[in-house]
């Protein structure tokens, strides 16, 4: 959605990301999440990515939740 206008503005940006995203999502095309998340990886200067793709809906998973602690406490921890 509208990447013609950020993803020039992501190739500014080296901030560790999070993504999750239902592989049964009716609302967003799994497809999308998955490309954004290959577009962080294979980026000139790769993001610190964490991609946690579940099986489920539009929604955050208890798996999704654990994850994103792990990785709030790892950023934390080197900033």
């Known amino acids: 959605v509208a990447a013609r206008e950020w993803l020039p503005r ?3 940006r080296t901030l560790p990301v999070f ?3 239902g ?3 009716p609302i967003l ?3 999308l999440a998955s490309n954004l998340a290959e577009h962080f990886r294979s980026r000139p200067s790769p993001a610190e990515l964490t991609w ?3 099986d489920g809906q539009h929604g955050i998973s ?3 939740v654990t994850r994103l ?3 709030l406490a790892r950023v934390f921890q080197q900033h």
Do not use: G, K, T
């Open 10 to 12: 992501l190739e500014e």
């Open 19 to 21: 993504m999750s995203h």
């Open 23 to 25: 592989r049964f999502d």
């Open 29 to 31: 095309p799994f497809v």
């Open 52 to 54: 946690v793709p579940f």
């Open 62 to 64: 208890p798996a999704v």
């Open 69 to 71: 602690n792990e990785f």
